[in-house]
């Protein structure tokens, strides 16, 4: 049984900067509340100030949170330690990251009762695989004998929870905890997390960016913004009638619209043409098949102006797809027709025009903006590059390319590194902008932002299809972002083309099976979905 | 008060013509300011030491009655500021002339150990396997040698010299800093932007030069720091074996050693030169350390 969370003026800052801002809620016995926002929102800052803790540079300044009648902010640094992993346990975003790859799984998972002394190690090796059972793990009773590595994202997240569960907490903290998990994935770990929280009565603070997950699991909504309560309220209240005009966009951002479709030329002739693509990594054998083959008997068009969606889970070999085509890693076998004529498989092959056509942008918008140059140099390279430009016709065309991903011209002078997520992202398709490509490869350019400022780019990136009249490969995970963009899915697994759907069919089926199984595990923004999914599979099974 | 009040406007006057010139004084202080005090003390001694090699010797020489005593390990006297050696001659003269030895040769050769070990990290890193390859197991072969011995076949072959010198240190040197250079360029040889660069269809030496130097510069600084005092140690340790610089002239790993016998005596003679070392590469590392702009560089401005 859980214990009431009552959480007072909580202020915490980092230097001069407030993260968040007097922030006042509390939480009954065994309720579920979610802390939603976007990323700098203060959610996680929040969630770890429950346990008395502060990132390093932070510090709580003022307030105070009780859990059940204890207050955890005045507490000796000794008795917090006691009451982490005991009274409240964290659940953290990546299990992958919070395993020690060195230890058998059930040593991890039965640390905190060693720790905190709450039962011998045979009582809680015992407790463990019950546990495990309840959260639905294959092999409850000799998973724990495996090391990290050898079990999934999904397992391990559900392995956490274990850990996190097996001292019987009165506070559960998850922290974003299906974020990094495939869809498919998602909906098992998120069944299994709202079947333990509901059977235990636990106390829980979900934090999640998803509305549409956190509609599934909470019982109250909380709204962060700059670290400043938005919105507090029921579920059921925040999704029908949400108070805050901040809600409001946040919905409008998690229930994509489709974009208008841009003008797909006539041209009989495609602009990507692939025929029987086949690549692969590790050295070849005797017929020039690689060792570990990745993708197998691609083809695909892709006319000029059209958006073609393709998603897949990791693994589907989606992302291979897109390095195929850009030369990255040469094709094993079969051809790549660019506007007719046939692209040298590898990228120092083709000349620098054949070059400029195809551009890339990728998914972490950190790693593809070189750190130590300006935006100006980032943007000014291409146009120096291909097309000679310098002097005042390249500030003037770096000020457009700005001015095209709406951007403001100050940004020209500042490094990455004094850019938000969502303006490196920006930058990184204005960059692409730059040499003027026929076709852009999209790899999962919205998966690291958030929902409002992924919106904010999807809207650019359609708008910009349709002035400039470029062709997009779009690759994503989240089908529900791909629908909103692409004329056309193509649905890929295990290195296949499992099925080509178009936007005029979407809604019509029937379709591949697995295209209907992605289609279903996207969490839908209302509550009691998951509900009448469990039903659906055990009326099936 | 009043011819106070009539001057100002003059002055006032003037202001327009100065601010850029003020905001370059600004600028150049704030640039100081970057370092902070650790970083400012080690600056003064590092520019005291260069100062010592480049000047030191010509000014001292018109100091005559510096130069001789009749006693042996003389103490710390205002005659002599550092005693006087185990020929009577002064400390003091003899570690500033040992500053451009030691300062000249081991600056010259860290540079020329760390620069050829970034280069050859960076095009190894750039052009990948064969190359890559190739570079490492040939650098790996000289790091097997001891370094001591190789110093001593390279003095047997080519005699002492300073630029002889000069060489060892560096081919001694070089295999360290490429094997950190490499490590660092293949990190972020496999990141997006380099995979940008390349995309684009840029050069070996555009994504060595632009793309992959620029982010491995400060911890290769950090490094020439920490081989500059292999360095200095090294061509100490030679010369206390007598194979490094020639007397009369003396580096301080040899004023070290000619004075060694005075150790039980607890004279200046052996510890000046030895805490010039210590000073030196202490100094060093505290500029490096506190460069600034790398601090910069997280909060976005340049």
């Not at chain 1, 059972?133 to 079990?151: K, M, N």
């Amino acid at each position: 049984m859980g214990a009431s969370v009552i959480v007072k003026d909580l202020c915490i800052s980092a230097g001069a900067q407030t993260l968040v801002d007097k922030l006042s809620f509390e939480i009954h016995p065994g309720e579920v509340l979610a802390l939603i926002g976007e990323s700098g929102s203060g959610k996680t800052t929040t969630a770890l100030a429950l346990m008395g803790y502060a990132r390093r540079g932070c510090h709580i300044s003022g307030g105070s949170v009780h859990i059940g009648d204890v207050d955890v902010l005045t507490m000796t640094a000794a008795q917090q330690r006691a009451l982490r992993g005991h009274t409240v346990a964290y659940i953290a975003q990546s299990a992958a990251a919070s395993f020690n790859p060195s230890r058998t799984i059930i040593d991890q998972v039965i640390e905190p009762a060693r720790i905190h002394q709450t039962c011998s190690p045979a009582e809680a090796k015992v407790k463990a695989i019950q546990l495990f059972r309840e959260l639905a793990l294959p092999d409850p009773d000799t998973i724990g004998e495996r090391y990290p590595h050898q079990v999934s994202g999904g397992q391990l997240q559900r392995l956490m929870a274990a850990m996190a569960l097996i001292t019987d907490p009165d506070l559960v903290i998850l922290d974003e905890p299906t974020t990094a998990l495939d869809v498919t994935t998602q909906i098992e770990v998120l069944r299994a997390f709202r079947r333990v929280v509901r059977e235990r009565r636990a106390t829980a603070v979900y934090v999640s960016h998803d509305l549409a997950v956190v509609a599934q699991m909470a019982d109250h909504i909380l709204v962060l913004r700059n670290g400043q309560m938005q919105e507090r309220n029921s579920t059921k209240q925040i999704l029908e009638q949400p108070a805050s005009d901040y809600t409001k966009s946040l919905l409008a951002a998690a229930r994509p619209t489709p974009r208008a479709a841009g003008k797909v030329s006539d041209d009989s002739q495609p602009l990507l043409d692939l025929h029987a693509l086949a690549a692969g990594y590790g050295p070849r054998n005797a017929r020039g098949e690689p060792a570990k083959l990745i993708l197998q008997d691609i083809n695909l068009k892709l006319y000029r102006g059209q958006a073609i969606g393709v998603i897949g889970e990791s693994g589907s070999g989606k992302s291979t797809l897109a390095r195929a085509i850009a030369g990255l890693l040469p094709p094993s076998h079969g051809t790549i027709l660019f506007n007719g004529r046939e692209l040298k498989p590898a990228l120092a092959q083709r000349d620098k025009e054949e070059l400029r056509q195809i551009q890339m942008v990728f998914q972490i918008a950190d790693t593809a903006l070189n750190p130590s140059h300006t935006i100006a140099d980032i943007l000014a390279r291409p146009l120096q590059f291909y097309k000679g430009l310098r002097g005042a016709p390249l500030q003037r065309r770096i000020h457009a390319l700005l001015d095209l991903v709406k951007l403001p011209h100050s940004v020209a002078d500042r490094l990455p590194g004094g850019l938000s997520g969502g303006q490196k992202q920006r930058v990184n398709l204005a960059r692409a902008l730059a040499a003027d490509p026929d076709l852009i490869l999209c790899d999962e350019v919205t998966s690291a932002l958030d929902t409002v400022v992924g919106a904010a780019v999807l809207d650019l990136m359609t708008e910009l299809r349709r002035e400039l009249n470029v062709s997009y490969l779009f690759i994503s995970h989240d089908l529900h972002t791909v629908r909103a963009v692409c004329d056309e899915i193509v649905v890929m697994q295990h290195g296949r083309k499992l099925a080509q759907v178009a936007r005029a069919d979407y809604d019509r089926g029937p379709h591949h099976p697995y295209y209907q199984l992605l289609e279903r595990s996207v969490p839908e923004l209302r509550q009691g979905w998951l509900d009448e999914m469990d039903q659906a599979t055990t009326l099936a099974s | 008060m009043k011819t106070h009040v009539s001057i100002t406007p003059p002055l006032a006057a003037a202001k327009p013509v100065s601010p850029g010139y003020l905001a370059r004084c600004r600028s150049s202080i704030s640039w100081f300011g970057g370092f902070g005090w650790s970083g400012l003390i080690g600056l003064a001694i590092l520019l005291f030491w260069i100062g010592a090699a480049l000047f030191g010797s010509a000014l001292l020489a018109r100091l005559p009655a510096l130069n001789s005593s009749v006693q042996i390990f003389g103490p710390i006297s205002s005659a002599h500021w550092l005693g006087t050696d185990y020929l009577g001659r002064d400390m003091f003269i003899r570690v500033i002339d040992g500053a451009s030895y030691t300062v000249g040769v081991a600056f010259i050769a860290t540079l020329l150990a760390s620069g050829i070990g970034t280069l050859l990290a960076l095009f190894a890193a750039a052009s990948g396997h064969w190359i890559d390859a190739t570079l490492s197991r040939a650098l790996d072969t000289v790091t097997s040698i001891p370094s001591k011995m190789f110093a001593l076949i390279m003095v047997a072959g080519f005699g002492s010299s300073v630029s002889m010198l000069i060489a060892t240190a560096a081919i001694i040197y070089i295999p360290g800093a490429y094997r950190i250079a490499r490590s660092m360029a293949i990190n972020i040889n496999a990141l997006d932007y380099v995979t940008v660069a390349r995309m684009r269809g840029e050069g070996t030496f555009y994504i060595m030069r632009r793309e992959i130097l620029p982010n491995i510069v400060g911890p290769m600084l950090a490094d020439l720091g920490l081989r500059f005092v292999y360095i200095v140690l090294l061509l100490a340790g030679l010369s206390f074996l007598g194979l490094g610089v020639q007397p009369p002239a003396a580096d301080w790993g040899s004023l070290v050693r000619e004075n060694i016998g005075s150790l039980a005596g607890a004279s200046a003679a052996v510890i000046a030169p030895a805490l010039a070392i210590a000073s030196l590469t202490i100094a060093v590392n505290l500029v490096i350390d506190n460069l600034p702009g790398r601090s910069l560089r997280k909060r976005g401005v340049k």
